[in-house]
């Protein structure tokens, strides 16, 4: 590589939970700079959680995260004319992004009224084991296990 490594960059934890998860996912979830409405969701939903699972809805969210971020993944890869779908292991910090993104993209995709809502529900279903965002897990590893014959062309 000609460039140096950009310096990774680390988020500030959150003022209520003071966790640095919570702030990556919130950073993800905002809109056009609009980190007060961000959060106000994300605080909502949690909210929500507790009242419907009555556990700790901070804890509930992270074992949804953690039954959202997958171990392994596809990468296209050209060899010789022919395109390869590689099957890779996933980093630590881009399974944790990539979990945070799915969460958010099938909530936004759910059909309840506000996003407060939708985001609570994946939360709930992710945690259960079900749910679209755990779904997409699924379809990755099950694409990664169809392709395990082409692992020999990792890079």
Same mark, same amino acid.
């Given at each position: 590589?000609?460039?140096?490594?950009?310096?990774?960059r680390?988020?500030?934890?959150?003022?209520?939970?003071?966790?640095? !998860?919570?702030?990556?996912?919130?950073?993800?979830?905002?809109y056009?700079?609009?980190?007060?409405?961000?959060?106000?969701?994300?605080?909502?939903? !949690?909210?929500?959680?507790?009242?419907?699972?009555?556990?700790?809805?901070?804890?509930?969210?992270?074992?949804?995260?953690?039954?959202?971020?997958?171990?392994?993944?596809?990468?296209?890869?050209?060899?010789?004319?022919?395109?390869?779908?590689v099957?890779?292991?996933v980093?630590?910090d881009?399974?944790?992004?990539v979990?945070?993104?799915? !969460?958010?993209?099938y909530?936004?995709?759910?059909?309840?009224?506000?996003?407060?809502?939708?985001?609570?529900?994946?939360?709930?279903?992710?945690?259960k084991?079900e749910?679209?965002a755990?779904?997409?897990?699924?379809?990755?590893h099950?694409?990664?296990?169809?392709?395990?014959a082409?692992?020999?062309?990792?890079?």
């Open positions: 590589m000609r460039k140096a490594k950009p310096k990774k680390y988020v500030l934890p959150d003022p209520k939970f003071k966790e640095t !998860l919570v702030t990556k996912f919130v950073n993800n979830l905002m056009e700079g609009k980190k007060s409405t961000a959060y106000n969701i994300f605080y909502g939903a !949690l909210e929500l959680v507790e009242n419907r699972t009555k556990e700790n809805a901070l804890e509930t969210f992270k074992k949804a995260l953690n039954n959202v971020m997958p171990a392994v993944e596809v990468k296209s890869r050209r060899v010789g004319g022919a395109t390869f779908q099957p890779t292991e980093r630590p881009r399974k944790q992004s979990g945070m993104k799915w !969460l958010i993209k909530a936004r995709g759910r059909n309840e009224k506000t996003m407060v809502e939708r985001l609570a529900g994946e939360i709930i279903a992710a945690a084991g749910g679209a755990v779904k997409k897990k699924d379809d990755t099950r694409m990664a296990e169809a392709n395990k082409f692992s020999h062309f990792r890079v």
